[in-house]
C-alpha cells in the first residue's frame, strides 16, 4: 500500500498572523472538570482534534452530556459521581487521557473501567502514575504490573499522601490532584523542578480545593461545585512551529494573535532569545486563569547555544521545533535532560536525530541529549514516527528548501489544519 506524502516546495517570505487552535492541555482538563461540575458550562475554542475528542468521548461513555456548539462544546457534568462505562475506554493516542483519567477514576466509589489505546500509547509508562495512586489505595492492575495499557481500575477508598515527583510530569502531578479531590485528608504533591500548572489555575477557576507553598501543591475532598464557562487559549506548543518557520525563512514576520503565554509554557522564547532570534511577545489579557497575548517573530540570523536544562520541563514539548531553529543557527546546540522525550508519541530523541540527518545536519545523540551542528539543511524526506510533533517540527525545518513529509495526517492529532496555515502564511492557495 502506498503511503501518503506530503511535498514543500521552498517557501518564500512567511507574512502575516493566525490564531492557532486551542491549547490541548487545557482542553482536557476543562472537559473533565466541566464532567465533574454540577450543572451545564462551555468550553469556549476549544481544540477539536485526535486527542481532545478522544477525551470528550471518554467522558461521554461515563455519562458526561457533550455537545458540539459550532466552535465550542456545551458539557452537562455528572456532580462528582461518574457512571460506569458499559465498555472499554479507548484513549487512542492521548497519553494525558489516560494518565489523567487514571486519577479521576480511581476515587469513584465501586466504578470499575478498562482504559486502552492506539499502539504508541500501550507501550508508553503508566507505573509512574499508577504508583503513586496505589500508595493512595487505588485499585489498578495491567500489563507488566500496572507499567503499561491495557489498565483496569475499580474506584474508591482513597487517602490523601504527600509524594515528590521523582521526574517533573505535569501529568502526575495532575492525576494526583484530580485523585485527592476525592481522598480521605489532604493530598500534597511536591515537584523540585516546576512542571506546566494548568491543573492548578483551573482548580482555581471552578474553586476547587487548592493550596501552593512554594514547590508544594495541596487538596482536598471537594464538595459539589457548579459549572462554568471556560476560554481555551491559543495553544502555545501550536504556535511555536510558525514562530521558529518566520525565524528561518529570510524576509519573513508572523504574528500569533490570542496565545496562551503561561510561563510554565514558555521556556522556548527564553532560549529562541538566547539565539539571537527577533521575537516580540505581550501579555493582553487572561482567560480562565491563563495569560494570553501575542507573539511577533521576524527572521534573522541565529546561533548555536546551550540549552539551560532547568528550561527543558518549560518547553518539553517544543524540543523538536527547537531542534529545527538549531538545525538553521550558527555554531552548534547543546539539548540537555531529554530522557523523559525517549517515552513521548515516539522516542522524539531518536526522530530528531533521524530527520536532522536526513535533512544533512550533523548530530550527534545521547542517552538524554542531543548536539545540533547547525549552519542549515538540504532537501530532503522526513518521517514523523507516527508523532504529530515531529510532522510539523521537520516540515518546518525544510520549509526554506523543499521537503517532502511522510504521512502527514499525524499532525491532525493537534492541529487540524497545520499545513493549510502554513501554505497561507507562505502566500499559497
Known amino acids: 500500500m502506498d503511503r501518503p506524502f506530503l511535498d514543500l516546495e521552498p517557501c518564500g517570505p512567511l507574512r502575516g498572523s493566525l490564531r492557532v487552535p486551542g491549547d490541548k492541555s487545557v482542553t482536557h482538563r476543562g472537559l473533565m472538570l466541566l464532567a465533574l461540575s454540577e450543572g451545564e458550562g462551555r468550553l469556549l475554542h476549544p481544540l477539536k482534534a485526535g486527542d481532545t475528542l478522544s477525551t470528550a468521548r471518554a467522558l461521554q461513555a461515563l455519562g458526561a452530556e457533550i455537545a458540539e456548539e459550532g466552535p465550542h462544546f456545551r458539557v452537562r457534568g455528572r456532580g462528582l459521581r461518574l457512571r460506569e462505562p458499559e465498555d472499554v475506554l479507548d484513549c487512542?493516542?492521548?497519553?494525558?487521557?489516560?494518565?489523567?483519567?487514571?486519577?479521576?477514576?480511581?476515587?469513584?466509589?465501586?466504578?470499575?473501567?478498562?482504559?486502552?489505546?492506539?499502539?504508541?500509547?500501550?507501550?508508553?509508562?503508566?507505573?509512574?502514575?499508577?504508583?503513586?495512586?496505589?500508595?493512595?489505595?487505588?485499585?489498578?492492575?495491567?500489563?507488566?504490573?500496572?507499567?503499561?495499557?491495557?489498565?483496569?481500575?475499580?474506584?474508591?477508598?482513597?487517602?490523601?499522601?504527600?509524594?515528590?515527583?521523582p521526574v517533573p510530569s505535569a501529568q502526575v502531578k495532575s492525576a494526583l490532584l484530580l485523585a485527592g479531590l476525592f481522598a480521605e485528608g489532604v493530598t500534597e504533591v511536591v515537584e523540585p523542578i516546576p512542571t506546566r500548572d494548568h491543573t492548578e489555575r483551573l482548580f482555581r477557576h471552578f474553586g476547587l480545593p487548592l493550596e501552593t507553598e512554594g514547590p508544594r501543591i495541596r487538596t482536598r475532598r471537594a464538595e459539589p461545585f457548579p459549572a462554568k464557562d471556560l476560554t481555551v487559549p491559543g495553544d502555545f506548543s501550536s504556535a511555536a512551529f510558525f514562530l521558529v518557520a518566520a525565524l528561518v525563512t529570510p524576509g519573513s514576520e508572523v504574528t500569533v494573535e490570542g496565545v496562551g503565554l503561561n510561563p510554565t509554557r514558555t521556556g522556548l522564547l527564553e532560549v529562541l532569545k538566547a539565539m539571537g532570534a527577533d521575537l516580540e511577545w505581550r501579555v493582553l489579557e487572561g482567560e480562565g486563569g491563563e495569560p494570553v497575548g501575542y507573539v511577533r517573530a521576524r527572521y534573522g540570523p541565529l546561533k548555536g547555544v546551550q540549552v539551560d536544562p532547568a528550561l527543558i520541563p518549560l518547553m518539553v514539548d517544543e524540543v523538536p521545533i527547537l531542534a529545527?531553529?538549531?538545525?538553521?543557527?550558527?555554531?552548534?546546540?547543546?539539548?540537555?535532560?531529554?530522557?523523559?522525550?525517549?517515552?513521548?508519541?515516539?522516542?522524539?530523541?531518536?526522530?530528531?536525530?533521524?530527520?536532522?540527518?536526513?535533512?544533512?545536519?550533523?548530530?550527534?545523540?545521547?542517552?538524554?541529549?542531543?548536539?545540533?551542528?547547525?549552519?542549515?539543511?538540504?532537501?530532503?524526506?522526513?518521517?514523523?514516527?507516527?508523532?504529530?510533533?515531529?510532522?510539523?517540527?521537520?516540515?518546518?525545518?525544510?520549509?526554506?528548501?523543499?521537503?517532502?513529509?511522510?504521512?502527514?495526517?499525524?499532525?491532525?492529532?493537534?492541529?487540524?489544519?497545520?499545513?493549510?496555515?502554513?501554505?497561507?502564511?507562505?502566500?499559497?492557495?
Open 92 to 165: 487512542g493516542n492521548a497519553g494525558t487521557l489516560m494518565r489523567l483519567l487514571l486519577g479521576l477514576l480511581a476515587g469513584q466509589e465501586g466504578l470499575f473501567a478498562v482504559l486502552t489505546g492506539d499502539a504508541s500509547l500501550r507501550r508508553r509508562p503508566m507505573g509512574r502514575v499508577v504508583e503513586p495512586l496505589r500508595q493512595m489505595g487505588a485499585e489498578i492492575d495491567g500489563r507488566e504490573g500496572g507499567k503499561r495499557a491495557p489498565l483496569a481500575v475499580r474506584g474508591g477508598g482513597l487517602r490523601g499522601i504527600a509524594y515528590t515527583l
Open 324 to 429: 529545527a531553529a538549531a538545525a538553521w543557527a550558527e555554531g552548534e546546540t547543546h539539548i540537555p535532560n531529554l530522557a523523559e522525550l525517549r517515552v513521548k508519541e515516539s522516542d522524539r530523541v531518536q526522530a530528531i536525530a533521524h530527520n536532522l540527518r536526513a535533512l544533512g545536519v550533523a548530530v550527534e545523540e545521547g542517552p538524554d541529549w542531543l548536539r545540533i551542528g547547525g549552519g542549515g539543511v538540504r532537501r530532503g524526506e522526513v518521517e514523523p514516527f507516527h508523532d504529530h510533533r515531529i510532522a510539523m517540527a521537520f516540515a518546518v525545518a525544510g520549509l526554506p528548501v523543499g521537503v517532502r513529509v511522510w504521512e502527514p495526517g499525524w499532525a491532525e492529532i493537534s492541529y487540524p489544519g497545520f499545513f493549510g496555515d502554513l501554505r497561507r502564511l507562505c502566500g499559497a492557495s
